[in-house]
């Protein structure tokens, strides 16, 4: 089985911030990673994601993510926050191969204060 | 704009009742996927077709059904409704096979009500 963990519903930063999100994984395979961003009444858009090589990944809008195998981690950060990246991101994990699912995490709420 | 369309946008109905839910993929996208997000559970998985063949399958109840036709469109069918099955439905469509081999696009969702 997979999952990912992320902890805490929410959090705020003051724009200019740095920006980190926490996702902790379980998989029992080499897992394939994943960041969602939904933005309020829309549908979700993928972020980033690791697959495979390099365990810093970057993605649209300024964020990046690296995997850590030794930690199962796979924070997200952007190093300054814009009042337009306030919404909800979800971290998801799959795995290979057949049946393979995307399992989504519950996702955070970023606020982004003046 | 994802380039999958999903239909209705919002529906409310009774306890009991059924309802279908339209998804259309992005074109050229073989595989379709359901989810459900609520409150409570997240975004929980339903199912996945690819090519017309059910593929994968997740936390999909007895009373809700799905299908992809040939022109790849798909339709969930959620019957028997109960207060719980509100939620926000999404259709997301890939060109493969799977998750782990291409990028999910969603739909902006239906709203589903059951009072």
């Known amino acids: 089985a997979q999952s990912v963990t992320q902890l805490g519903s929410h959090v705020s930063v003051s724009e200019g911030a740095l920006v980190l999100l926490r996702c902790n994984y379980s998989?029992?395979?080499?897992?394939?990673l994943f960041w969602y961003v939904q933005y309020p009444n829309q549908g979700l858009q993928l972020l980033l994601k690791?697959?495979?090589?390099?365990?810093l990944v970057k993605g649209i809008n300024g964020f990046e993510a690296e995997f850590k195998k030794s930690e199962t981690s796979f924070h997200l950060t952007k190093p300054s926050a814009h009042m337009s990246d306030a919404a909800e991101y979800f971290c998801?994990?799959?795995?290979?191969?057949?049946?393979?699912?995307?399992?989504f995490g519950k996702g955070i709420t970023l606020s982004v204060r003046p | 704009d994802s380039g999958v369309t999903q239909t209705p946008k919002h529906l409310i109905t009774a306890t009991g009742q059924r309802v279908t839910l339209r998804c259309s993929p992005r074109?050229?996208?073989?595989?379709v996927y359901w989810y459900q997000q609520s409150l409570d559970q997240g975004l929980q998985f339903l199912i996945q077709?690819?090519?017309?063949?059910?593929?994968a399958k997740g936390n999909i109840l007895e009373r809700f059904s799905a299908q992809q036709f040939p022109d790849l469109h798909s339709e969930l069918n959620l019957s028997s409704l109960e207060l719980g099955d509100s939620a926000l439905y999404f259709c997301?469509?890939?060109?493969?096979?799977?998750?782990?081999?291409?990028?999910?696009?969603f739909g902006e969702g239906s709203r589903l009500t059951v009072l």
């Open positions: 998989s029992s395979v080499p897992p394939y």
């Open positions: 690791y697959t495979t090589g390099a365990t």
């Open positions: 074109s050229g996208d073989l595989s």
């Open positions: 077709y690819y090519n017309g063949e059910e593929r």
């Open positions: 997301a469509s890939s060109v493969d096979r799977g998750p782990d081999t291409g990028e999910l696009f």
């Open positions: 998801a994990v799959a795995r290979t191969g057949a049946n393979s699912k995307l399992t």
